[in-house]
């Protein structure tokens, strides 16, 4: 099965904001399960979870962070960018297929 | 605190077999859920097998399915990947990873780095 599609590639300035998407099928993002999540992972470390089912935060995660969905299509938004949150970011989807978990290709965010 | 801590990596010849672990602790492992994911050096995740808290439902990808065994033991909270027939795209750090419920994949481990190489 194939991967989530991401851009390759984002940018943005301290304090702007900037919005990641992440396309799928109507078997994964666009299908009945609102279970699109959000990963966020520096070089050498573990994925960190942001945004979990389309919209939710997970306790500590700052609320910079947001998640939506329409369609086929889920998006990350980052706002008030900061250089920490330069990073490698993941999307995922349950599928209605006979596995579990897609992911994204992932998207590198440089913050100028 | 919540740790996962993988182990079991290392250089193996192609066609050969491994045994990663994930030791929890922290939290009451026999309730969660469990995934094993996976990254090639310089690519993105890949997911690699699912094992419910009581082991009734398990589920691999497409490119592990009849060379991978995932499974666990809640009274010694560890979870397993048995991987045999090794190829070399199966080199990748191997994370485990807690889930649970909805798509909350909240607690990962630090990834054990798996070589497959002749």
Redesign the interface.
Known sequence: QSALTQPASVSGSPGQSITISCTGTSSDVGGGYNYVSWYQQHPGKAPKIMIYDVTNRPSGVSNRFSGSKSGNTASLTISGLQAEDEADYFCSSYTSTSTRWLFGGGTKLTVL | EVQLVESGGGLVQPGRSLRLSCAASGLTFRTYSM?W?RQAPGK????VS?ISSSSSSI????SVKGRFTVSRDNAKTSLYLQMNSLRDEDTAVY?CATEAG?????Y????TLVTVSS
């Open positions: 995934n994911v993105g995740l890949e997911w699912y589920k691999y990808a497409d994370y909805g798509s909350l994949l909240e990962w481990g630090q990834g």
